[in-house]
């Protein structure tokens, strides 16, 4: 029987210990994987389409990993292999781009590849982000009105704000902006589409059906917008049931205060005094019993109903006087409550006193 560490290999003393303690042989499960390392990767001379088939295959594969990584489920493994796509991937790039027996299509493939997959290194902090960035200006500058250009333009805003720490609140009007300055380009779309995404996973349904509204109204004539439809309609009839739950308990609520207000004299607002008293029945014979009560000041009609809703069982409550709803009125009706809790204190005494002797 052999026994394998599941985790990282022992150490040859740790493995004596185990064997001599168990009496089960063990076998090193081998060294840790070491880093990938962009030096590491070797991408030999081949023709433009072999190569470009290449780099098809690595932005497949790093964004799939990508994907993996961001919900959380990454190893090790998953990260050597999200840098060798990557690393390999943009040497295959690199090497299409400076063919000249590469056509200008395969070349315009290779770059928007590498873009891809420099947007997707920077977010993982696999390479510096001014290396994305130089990247980018490149492009840029090379021919600003471009479908290319704005793709890169694209993914710097991709990773300054969707990878960024800002709210939703700075980085929708800076997409929204550029979505609406390329109505014709598709990197607007996947913009908007995944930074919904982000949101919805985020569970902010409410900024996240703003960015799908706004990428269909935008693009919605567009093929991939068929890619939100779905979840769109989803999260809407989400928010449609929530509003009619919400709507549902505002209504509650108002009968609620509807009620309460009757019983505080129809007041929309002030400040209500009210005493409360536990109700408790007298011994048959006579003697001192005792009770609770307590005095209070209400601010409002809600602090009104939640004191009432509130109050224990068998327990009842009067209102004593109800003073407007202004500074004057505030300090009327502390005034008042500070004399009557002092008053029923002295009265509380005082018949506790009489009954006392009466009884003795």
Sequence with gaps: MQYRHPRRPLSPLGLAAVAAFTGIACIPTGSPPQTVTEQSIDVPDAAPQVLLESVRTCVREASALQDRLVAGRQSVDDLNALRTNVFRGVKAADKVIADPSAGSMSCQEAEKAKLDLLGIAAARRLIPDTRLKQYVEDLVKRDPTAELAADATAEWLRYELIHGAKSPAEVLPVLAEFARNQPDC?????????????????????????????????????????????????????????????????????????????????????????????????????????????????????????????????WSWKLIQRFPESPDGRKQAYELWKTLVQRKRKTALREWSTTASATI
């Design 186 to 314: 598709a990197a607007g779309f996947r913009l908007l589409a995944d930074y919904g995404k982000k949101l919805d996973s985020d569970r902010n349904v409410a900024r996240s059906l703003q960015c799908y509204r706004l990428a269909m109204a935008l693009y919605g004539e567009r093929p991939e917008a068929k890619s939100i439809e779905g979840r769109l309609a989803e999260l809407e009839e989400t928010e449609r049931k929530a509003s009619a739950a919400r709507a549902a308990r505002q209504q509650i609520a108002a009968a609620r205060l509807s009620a309460v207000q009757r019983q505080f004299g129809g007041f929309p607002d002030g400040y209500f005094v009210v005493y409360a008293e536990e109700n408790v029945k007298p011994p048959r014979h006579g003697g001192i019993y005792f009770y609770r009560y307590e005095y209070d000041v209400l601010e409002g009609l809600p602090a009104a109903a939640a004191y009432v809703e509130g109050l224990p069982e068998k």
